[in-house]
């Protein structure tokens, strides 16, 4: 009898504090502010899911992960420059820039992948650079001068390749690993958009550069006072973000055999913006995380392979994401107080 007592004096009661314990640990994997992202996940995932049993079947999965993967990596990107406090609104036109000079890097080089997919990064890193001397020394707002720069890009694309597709890389094994390989049963774009994910995010979460950057979109006279070189960290994240916008144009490449100008990357900005605020990002800076961003990046993917798989006319994808980067906004409102615009004080 005393053994029995003892053990059930020993087990943990059902509102013991481990379970408690338990519970909040499971909080901080996940986040809390990314909670309602799952349950909304969850919700649309069934209820396309009893519409059309396709979905499920595994083709179907790996074709939501390969669309989303290059919208993806420019909401990667997107979210360390909004935790800065700013916005790049020309990240699609980089990233059809850099798929232009890929395929013709690639064409003049005799089909060298390498060299091509160098030159696309090297331009990604210039049209990164080019934003933030605008920013930074020119004194415009990131708005305004990724708006410019937006067109800007957007036209020397057009002019450097007479607004046509250019090359062909559709023979490469290199682009066709990039487009159709797999690893582990996993196919490569998957992969890439994982690791650099990976990469910003413990960037972001577990080093300086991170924190400095939270400082400054959170208060960027007390990250001045405070002795960071904050025109440095501005001309830093914009270069990174040329970078991968460069890395999403080598994709469009890899996946449609050759340099788009523009139609394999228009609309990208829009789709970028409204997965890192739909994933918890504030546009005033200083909030924000990866993990949010991707689980909306996988919320958009759902919606728009749902959408099409039940036949619904497309031209409701464009409205359904204007919808949602609005809602996203207003709950951002919400949550932070502040007072909106045309609401009496």
């Given amino acids: 009898m005393s053994q029995t007592a003892d053990r059930i004096a020993s087990s943990p009661a059902p509102d013991s504090p481990t ?31 009893t519409q059309d049993p396709v979905f499920f079947q595994t083709a179907n999965i790996k ?8 919208s993806g990596l420019l909401a990667v990107a997107q979210t360390v420059v909004i935790v800065l406090g700013a916005l790049d609104i020309s990240v699609g036109s980089q990233a059809g820039l850099a ?23 090297a331009l990604g890193l210039c049209c ?15 708005v305004i001068a990724t ?13 450097v390749s007479n607004g046509r597709a250019q090359g062909y890389t559709g023979a490469d094994p290199v682009f066709i690993f990039l487009s159709r390989g797999s690893i582990a049963g996993i196919p490569t774009l998957i992969w890439v958009f ?32 405070s002795g960071i070189n904050i025109n440095r960290y501005i001309l830093g994240v914009y270069a990174m973000t040329g970078l991968i916008a460069a890395l999403a144009g080598i994709l469009i490449t890899a996946r449609t055999g050759s340099g788009q100008p523009v139609s394999g990357s228009e609309g990208l900005e829009l789709e970028a913006i409204t997965a890192a605020a ?6 005033k800076g200083g909030k924000g995380a990866v993990s949010g961003t991707i689980l909306a990046v996988l919320l958009l993917g759902v919606l728009t392979n749902g959408m099409t798989l039940l036949g619904i006319n497309p031209f409701w994808q464009n409205v ?22 045309g609401l009496p004080t």
């Avoid at 798929?99 to 990064?121: D, Q």
């Avoid at 410019?148 to 057009?158: E, I, P, R, S």
């Fill in 320 to 341: 359904a994401k204007g919808t949602l980067l609005v809602v996203a906004v207003v709950i951002q409102q919400v949550r932070s107080g502040e007072r909106r615009v």
């Fill in 278 to 283: 739909l994933g918890g990002c504030a546009l």
């Fill in 19 to 49: 379970r408690g314990l338990s519970l909040r640990r499971a909080l901080d994997f996940v986040g809390v502010q990314n909670v309602s992202l799952l349950i909304a996940l969850g919700i649309l995932v069934t209820i396309i899911g």
């Fill in 147 to 159: 708006l410019a720069t937006l067109a800007a890009f957007k036209g020397v694309a057009q002019l």
């Fill in 194 to 225: 994982v690791l650099a994910a990976a990469a910003v995010h413990v960037m972001l979460k577990y080093t300086d550069l991170g924190r400095n950057i939270y400082a400054i979109g959170g208060n960027d006279n007390a990250a001045r006072l």
């Fill in 128 to 142: 990164g650079l080019v934003n933030g001397v605008v920013i930074v020394f020119g004194r415009v707002n990131p």
């Fill in 99 to 121: 798929s232009v000079v890929s395929a013709m890097a690639f064409t003049a080089t005799s089909g060298n992948a390498a060299l091509g997919i160098a030159a696309a990064l």
């Fill in 63 to 70: 074709t939501i992960g390969t669309a989303v993967a290059i």
